[in-house]
C-alpha cells in the first residue's frame, strides 16, 4: 500500500487495508503521491519491487484521473469515466516500469447503480 500522507488518505488507506487483511505497518505515505500529476505517479509505480503482485496506492485528482487515462486510453474514451472521491480503478499491469503496459479490468465507486 501506497499513500498519499494527505489525512484522507491515509485514513482511507488504513480502512482498506483492515477490511483486506492488511496491517497498517503495510502502508507507506509518500509526500510525493499528494496532488501529484501522472509523471510523479509513474515515479512511484516504477519504484515498486518487481517481485510485487499488488500494488494499492491512494491519492487525489486530477492525478489518479489522468493515470487511469495513461494506463488504459479507454478510461475516458470508450469507458467515458471520470473519477470520483473513494473511487477505485483495477488494473492488470504487465511488469513494473516508469511506462507500464496496463488494462481496466474493474472501476467501482459508492454511488455506482
Known sequence: ???????????????VAGALGFSEEQIVGDR????ASVR??????????????????????PGFEDLASHLDSRFRGDYGLKYPTCGV????????????????????FPKQK
Open 1 to 15: 500500500f501506497r499513500t498519499s500522507t494527505a489525512n484522507r488518505a491515509l485514513t482511507t488507506a488504513g480502512l
Open 32 to 35: 510525493r503521491m499528494y496532488l
Open 89 to 108: 480503478a483495477v488494473f492488470e499491469i504487465d511488469g513494473w516500469s516508469d511506462e507500464p503496459s496496463a488494462k481496466l479490468v474493474d472501476f467501482l
Open 40 to 61: 510523479q505517479l509513474l515515479g512511484v509505480i516504477g519504484e515498486t519491487e518487481a517481485s510485487t503482485q499488488q500494488l494499492v496506492i491512494f491519492g487525489h485528482n
